[in-house]
């Protein structure tokens, strides 16, 4: 069973950046594709960006040219730069990868709050 541990959210002031990991680990069939969620207080979980195995990429148009997904497969991590933080991307953000034979698997979640 595959474990996702993500680090790299926290405070940040408008404007400032972030860069989430998501690193996977235990006994998993091969991952395909890997991305990031996010969910508001009291909104659903929205995909955020979305990376397949041969490097496409994938973006919710709120984020179009200020986030960036990348992933280090040797490393099986998936990352989110995130720059140009607004306030209304704070959330908690849920690392999302798909197996092979179609399942899938998320994180804990990791807290971005975007504040003064």
């Known amino acids: 069973q595959v474990q996702l541990v993500e680090s790299g959210g926290g405070l940040v002031q408008p404007g400032g950046s972030l860069r989430l990991s998501c690193a996977a680990s235990g006994s998993f069939f091969r991952i395909t594709d890997m991305g990031w969620y996010r969910q508001a207080p009291g909104k659903q979980r929205d995909l955020v960006a979305l990376i397949t195995s041969g490097g496409s990429t994938s973006y919710t148009d709120s984020v179009k040219g200020r986030f960036t997904i990348s992933r280090d497969n040797a490393k099986n991590t998936v990352y989110l730069q995130m720059n140009s933080l607004k306030p209304e991307d704070t959330a908690v953000y849920y690392c999302?990868?798909?197996?092979?034979?179609?399942?899938?698997?998320w994180g804990q979640g990791t807290q971005v709050t975007v504040s003064e």
């Open positions: 999302y990868v798909l197996n092979v034979l179609r399942k899938n698997s």
